[in-house]
């Protein structure tokens, strides 16, 4: 007997919960510069904010396990939902930078719950193939963002309207979660109850290797994920058990590979490279190439739609090429790109490296999650994916904060050299990772 497929309802919802994840992230990059001109704050005071959004986000995920076992799925989403349409309501009426980044840490605290409570639920519900198409509409929300914000900003509604509009769909969908409580829990309690065997092709990706966390992409974030199979679920990439039983790895003995701080390292590089390029391509193309603010903003949602639109493709081509080979050519695909938006050229140029990259990055986190085993054994795995995912965190918050410092203090232009280095930075830590591979138990 299989498990039954999805409600068509509940995808909806969740593909739609990804796509609001992902709105904030959009709207910060353009807003940004009126943020900052209103307040009286220097560009690198984006790093405050980002620093307490990220801050609420680790804090709720590692709590959603938890929190989901005293309230459920559909509460726990519907509460958080209404607690980052209140968050962005904030945003829309802060007096000051103070309540911005306390709206911030709020912000965070929502869309956690609502990233961790949809990952633990899809794992053993939708499956593999609608798990990869929901992070993927992480991506289009911040496509969506930019759009936003740039409508706001050209009907010279200002900066507050964006986060206004925002909060409104968060709200709208927080009632939907609300009057589906039921539905969750029902869904719930049926992927649960064993009605298939192991090896049933049903349990496709519950089983098996991690569900690829794509982020969040940071609020990401991007980061877009803190909640892939391992760390959430009662199992590792396993199930509770090998297929042989039970392996007790120490903790001392997988913090001692090197592999495991040479993968963190390169998981928060990664995402710093795609945060700063979604948050700074605003001000490069207005100060840097001259582009006008209704242009510029465009272009910024063409790079996140250039995210959304490789994941969906390249996840395709990575099962026909392998993990290694299409991961090698996205890490040279993000340095090209890099490259491309540090000339000192055209503004078609700049955003010609904007999409490149984009595109180019999009696998790379997944890839990167699903390669883990490879680098550092499986018995290790489980482990390793939640240092990777604090460490994606971490460098989505600080990296960022420092280049805004130094944009701030120098020019916009500087944004393109800094992506080269951290893209070719990038390589090197991963070329180190992958040369440190664990041997896995066998039988």
Do not use: K
Not at 38 to 65: C, D, K, N, R, W
Not at 70 to 77: N, P, S, T
């Amino acid at each position: 007997m299989s498990v039954a497929p999805p409600r068509s309802s509940l995808l909806l919802l969740a593909y739609l919960a990804f796509v609001s994840l992902g709105l904030p992230d959009g709207l910060l990059g353009v807003g940004w510069p009126s943020i900052s001109a209103e307040f009286g704050v220097p560009t690198g005071a984006v790093g405050l904010v980002l620093t307490a959004g990220t801050i609420g986000y680790l804090t709720s995920s590692v709590l959603a396990g938890f929190t989901l076992a005293r309230l459920g799925v559909g509460r726990l989403l519907a509460g958080s939902t209404l607690l980052a349409s209140l968050a962005l309501t904030g945003y829309a009426a802060a007096p000051a930078l103070t309540v911005l980044i306390c709206c911030a840490l709020v912000l965070g605290l929502g869309s956690g719950a609502i990233d961790s409570g949809l990952n633990a639920y899809a794992a053993g519900a939708f499956g593999p193939r609608h798990m990869n198409w929901m992070h993927a509409f992480f991506g289009l929300g911040v496509a969506i963002g930019p759009l936003v914000m740039t409508a706001m900003l050209s009907a010279g509604a200002g900066w507050r309207w964006g986060y206004a509009v925002t909060a409104a769909a968060q709200l709208a969908l927080a009632a939907a979660f609300a009057l589906t409580v039921g539905a969750w829990r029902d869904r719930t309690g049926a992927a649960a109850r064993p009605t298939a065997a192991p090896a049933d092709p049903a349990y496709a990706g519950v089983g098996s290797a991690p569900e690829p966390a794509m982020p969040v992409d940071a609020g990401l974030l991007p980061v877009e994920s803190m909640g892939p199979v391992g760390p959430l679920g009662p199992a590792g990439p396993l199930g509770p058990a090998g297929p042989t039983g039970p392996t007790v790895v120490r903790i001392g003995e997988t913090l001692r590979l090197p592999a495991v701080w040479f993968g963190a390292l390169a998981f928060a590089v990664y995402v710093a490279i795609e945060v700063s390029a979604g948050l700074y391509a605003f001000l490069l193309l207005t100060e840097g190439r001259g582009l006008p603010a209704a242009a510029a903003g465009v272009c910024v949602s063409g790079y996140w739609g250039s995210l959304f639109v490789g994941r969906v493709v390249q996840g395709l081509v990575a099962e026909r090429l392998g993990t290694a080979r299409v991961l090698r050519g996205s890490l040279l695909g993000m340095a090209a790109g890099a490259v491309l938006i540090a000339l000192p050229a055209p503004a078609w140029v700049t955003v010609a490296g904007l999409v490149v990259l984009g595109f180019a990055a999009a696998p790379v986190f997944p890839l990167l999650t699903l390669s883990t085993a490879e680098r550092v054994g499986q018995e290790h795995a489980d482990r390793v994916i939640g240092v990777q995912i604090g460490a994606a965190g971490i460098g989505a918050a600080l990296i960022p904060a420092g280049l805004g410092v130094l944009l701030g203090d120098t020019s916009a232009r500087l944004l393109g050299p800094a992506l080269t280095v951290l893209a070719v930075a990038l390589l090197l830590v991963h070329a180190a990772a992958a040369r440190r591979v664990a041997p896995s138990p066998v039988g």
